[in-house]
């Protein structure tokens, strides 16, 4: 909680337990052993808006929140003397778990719509696919369709249906004529709903170092935990069913006509990772008052497990309904993630406090993925992100004042630049959304070679920023405290639940989310 008031700016501080994550020398700078645990609240806030399309106007703005619990710092460290009458005055081992990030979030959308329909768009790209074949297991194994399993459940559930040439499709919510036309006849009351959980956890092993009380060095080597969650819901109502005919035909030879009132769909997503980095710190103090620190963590080398579900229902007023759930798929691959640089100076004042700046460099450009059973797999994914990744720069500040000896305020704020990267010139302009093999009207060419990406490259002038604030209760004894509030805001999103088709445009909700954290420090000194 000290950390997390301070907005992270403890690179040249140290002495707290949640801070050494950001500087191993930290952990030198405390006379003491101490064991600290930190409970949290995460509340994730979204303000989110439905259009109809990504240029129409948007409606009114839906709130949403959704709370969570979490443990995100449980620590110990051990200080021993030297006693060598050296420059050694210290060393300390400590072993800490800490939460390095938070992936809560939450939002949704509703509008009408009597365009186009989520179980049309899956009707329009399973088109071509023989009925025979679809939602077979060897529909599922081939690699022409990996990322068609959502159709293949989506014909299995009965969200789309054959009808007439051994290939053709139509959705739940559609209309079909004689002809073999197929549209969506009326209003539909369409919503939707993304939910994330999850945690990166870092568990740490640190030796650190106090020369002297001027110069501190430590040593960390980091094994993150990964544990991460995301459903994405959708479901379309009817507005008026009468409009939504749709005839049965049973096997004895007898048909029913009734209506479409509802259907959904869900994605669900899992993934979990386990990675080891190294990390290098150092804290000067060339002369009184003054804190100069520094550390470098290395790339981490993760190894990343997925697993995914699609599902869905449909219900009809004639008292059908059908649901299920497709295949379930996992794969594994490994992940290397970015280096960092970290800078900072800091000033404090006698035992009135401090104030304390951070500056942090990450290297997304070397991020590479890999698959150790299919060499090569990833070969247009890194080169992807080589091409539209580059650095990002987070600045941090805090300052803590005691107020009297035993209590203090503090408070802090970070901004961090995205490190998404694009490519423009004379009116050509290249995203990495552009930068795509095989999916319809996308660029393959620039990866081929046959076309050329624009000389010039930009970043997206978008951030996230946070602010914290808090207290700390330091008395003489054993126990002490900390309570910190922290709000970070990031960039406005925008989200299409599914693709357009047909020459159409589909709706778009308009996101902007934030994450409150409240934590509570409970530390005990020896």
Not at 63 to 71: D, E, G, K, P, V
Not at 102 to 131: C, M, Q, W
Not at 325 to 336: A, D, F, L, W
Not at 469 to 482: E, I, L, R, T
Request: charged share 15%; glycine share 12%.
């Amino acid at each position: 909680a000290g950390t997390m008031a301070l907005g992270g700016a403890m690179v040249a501080i140290g002495g707290d337990l949640g801070s050494i994550g950001i500087n191993p020398a930290g952990s030198a700078v405390a006379g003491y052993s101490q064991f600290t645990i930190s409970p949290n609240l995460s509340l994730a806030s979204s303000g989110s808006a439905f259009a109809l399309t990504p240029s129409a106007d948007a409606g009114p703005v839906q709130s949403r929140n959704h709370a969570a619990f979490t443990l995100p710092n449980i620590g110990i460290s051990a200080r021993y003397d030297s006693y060598s009458g050296g420059p050694l005055k210290s060393f300390t081992l400590a072993f800490v778990v800490n939460s390095t990030y938070d992936y809560h979030s939450v939002s949704s959308g509703s509008g009408i719509n009597d365009r186009t329909s989520k179980f049309a768009e899956l009707a329009a790209a399973a088109n071509g696919i023989p009925h025979d074949y679809i939602a077979t297991s060897e529909f599922y194994n081939d690699s022409k369709y990996y990322n068609y399993w959502d159709v293949a459940m989506a014909y299995e559930v009965g969200l789309i249906n054959s009808y007439g040439d051994a290939a053709d499709y139509v959705g739940c919510s559609e209309v079909l004529t004689d002809l073999g036309a197929h549209y969506v006849p009326g209003e539909l009351i369409q919503n939707s709903l993304r939910t994330i959980t999850g945690t990166k956890n870092d568990i740490l092993m640190n030796m650190a170092f106090n020369f002297n009380d001027r110069l501190y060095f430590g040593l960390n080597i980091g094994l993150p935990v990964i544990s991460y969650s995301s459903t994405e819901q959708f479901s379309e109502v009817s507005k008026v069913p009468e409009l939504f005919p749709v005839v049965f035909n049973y096997s004895d030879g007898t048909q029913q006509t009734t209506y479409f009132s509802n259907a959904s769909y869900q994605y669900n997503y899992w993934a979990s990772g386990s990675g080891v980095y190294a990390k290098l710190g150092a804290i000067w103090l060339p002369f009184a008052g003054l804190r100069l620190g520094a550390a470098y963590q290395t790339p981490t080398a993760f190894m990343i497990d997925e697993s995914w579900v699609h599902s869905g229902s449909v219900g009809y007023t004639g008292g059908q309904k059908y649901s299920g759930s497709g295949k379930t798929g996992t794969y594994q691959y490994n992940y290397t993630s970015p280096q960092m640089l970290d800078l900072s100076l800091a000033y404090t004042f006698g035992t009135l406090g401090f104030l304390s700046f951070d500056y942090t460099l990450t290297d997304y450009g070397h991020i590479k993925y890999e698959d150790s059973y299919n060499p090569g797999s990833f070969d247009f994914t890194n080169t992807a992100m080589r091409l539209f990744s580059g650095v990002s720069h987070t600045l941090r500040a805090g300052l803590e004042l005691n107020i009297t000896p035993d209590f203090s305020i503090r408070g802090g704020y970070s901004i961090r630049t995205c490190p998404e990267k694009y490519y423009y010139q004379e009116d050509a302009s290249v995203n990495g959304g552009y930068y795509t093999i095989g999916f319809g009207d996308y660029n393959d060419d620039y990866y081929y070679g046959r076309l050329d990406l624009p000389a010039k490259s930009y970043y997206y002038d978008e951030y996230t920023d946070s602010f914290s604030a808090g207290f700390g209760y330091n008395p003489a004894g054993s126990f002490f405290a900390d309570i910190a509030v922290r709000y970070t805001r990031y960039p406005k999103t925008n989200y299409q639940p599914y693709y357009g088709y047909a020459g159409m445009d589909t709706p778009q909700i308009r996101i902007a989310s934030g994450l409150w954290n409240a934590a509570l420090t409970f530390g005990w000194r020896f």
